[in-house]
């Protein structure tokens, strides 16, 4: 579904993504993973047509995302829910879903928010209230709610679970379980490297804007580089 080659981003002088290459098949969730300052962030914003690339070229089923604004890229099927959840707080939950719907008719906005709600019943309790007075747990439920809005077809995510308590993390990465039994193809940048090969079928490993590793994300887990950078503290 996605295929991105030789990416190079560049901010000024320096190079914060460097000539990648990686795909995502359609169905599959893939994450990448690293430290902070890797890339990850720039990579998926990138993807989404947030930040201009310096080379490279990247394509969805096939045509070529060069030439498309970010706006039109949601309605050929992709979605983003971004680091730090970004909601718009002085806005009700119900507000902001309909934000995220702002593409359809009216008729389908209704639909979707009345499905995006059944996947998330804590919202339709509070659909009245601000999403400023949420807890971080209910803001990136309402972050990745907003983001499903549309139906994509591919869905990034960038930090579901920064600053979460371990028991919303838990159910943070069983939604997105769900949505990848759904059908949802999804690319994750998660700092939770544990929980994010869990429930990936791929991972690539980025450090200083390069890719340095990538295999099935079974197998990642039990690397032995990959347990000793990322997963020791957290096993």
């Known amino acids: 579904m996605l295929k991105v080659q030789d990416l190079d981003v560049r901010y000024g ?11 995502v098949a359609k169905g599959e969730l893939v994450t990448v993973i690293g430290a902070n300052g ?11 047509g947030l930040v201009p690339l ?6 969805l089923n096939g045509k070529s995302l060069a030439r498309v604004p970010v706006e039109n890229r949601i309605g050929m099927g992709m979605s983003y829910s971004p680091e730090g959840r970004r909601v718009f707080k002085t806005l009700s939950v119900l507000e902001n879903l309909k ?5 359809l008719a009216k008729s389908k906005t209704e639909a979707r928010i009345a499905t995006v709600m059944d996947r998330f019943p804590t919202l339709r309790e509070r659909r009245n209230q601000d999403a400023g007075t949420l807890s971080g747990g209910e803001q990136q439920m309402l972050a990745i709610a907003r983001a499903l809005m549309t139906d994509p077809e591919f869905l990034i995510l960038d930090e579901p679970s920064l600053g979460l308590a371990p028991k919303i993390v838990s159910q943070v990465f069983d939604i997105i ?8 193809t999804i690319l994750l940048v998660e700092q939770n490297v ?10 690539y490993v980025m450090e200083l804007g390069l890719i340095v590793k990538s ?3 079974h197998e990642m887990s039990d690397d032995p580089d990959i347990h000793d950078s990322y997963l020791g503290a957290a096993a």
């Open 215 to 217: 295999g099935p994300a």
């Open 38 to 48: 890797a890339g990850k962030s720039t990579t998926l914003n990138a993807v989404m």
């Open 54 to 59: 310096s080379g490279g070229e990247i394509s």
């Open 194 to 203: 544990k929980k994010s090969l869990a429930v990936a079928d791929r991972a």
């Open 13 to 23: 002088a320096v190079a914060a993504v460097k000539g990648i290459s990686f795909e």
């Open 99 to 103: 934000a995220g719907g702002s593409t």
């Open 177 to 184: 379980a769900e949505l990848r039994e759904a059908g949802v």
